[in-house]
C-alpha cells in the first residue's frame, strides 16, 4: 500500500456549537464503521507494531490524547 499524504483540514472558526457536535457525531459513527468492518486487522497491525507482549519501546506510552480504535 502506498503511504498517505499528508492532509491539513482546516476547522472553520465560525462553526456553531450544533455544527462541532455534527461533526463530532460523524467521527464517532466513521471510527464505530471502520472497527466493525476492520477492527480484527486494526487490533492485529497494533499488536504487530507493538512487538512482543510486555515490551514497549520508550515514549510509546498512550496519553489522553492518543485516539482510540
Excluded: C, K
Excluded at 36 to 51: E, S, T
Amino acid at each position: 500500500m502506498t503511504p498517505a499524504l499528508p492532509v491539513s483540514v482546516v476547522i472553520p472558526a465560525g462553526w456553531t456549537p450544533e455544527q462541532a457536535i455534527a461533526v463530532l457525531e460523524l467521527l464517532d459513527d466513521l471510527r464505530d464503521a471502520l472497527w466493525v468492518v476492520h477492527g480484527d486487522r486494526i487490533q492485529h497491525h497494533l499488536q504487530q507494531q507493538q512487538g512482543p507482549a510486555g515490551t514497549s519501546p520508550p515514549g510509546s506510552a498512550p496519553n489522553s490524547h492518543d485516539p482510540v480504535f
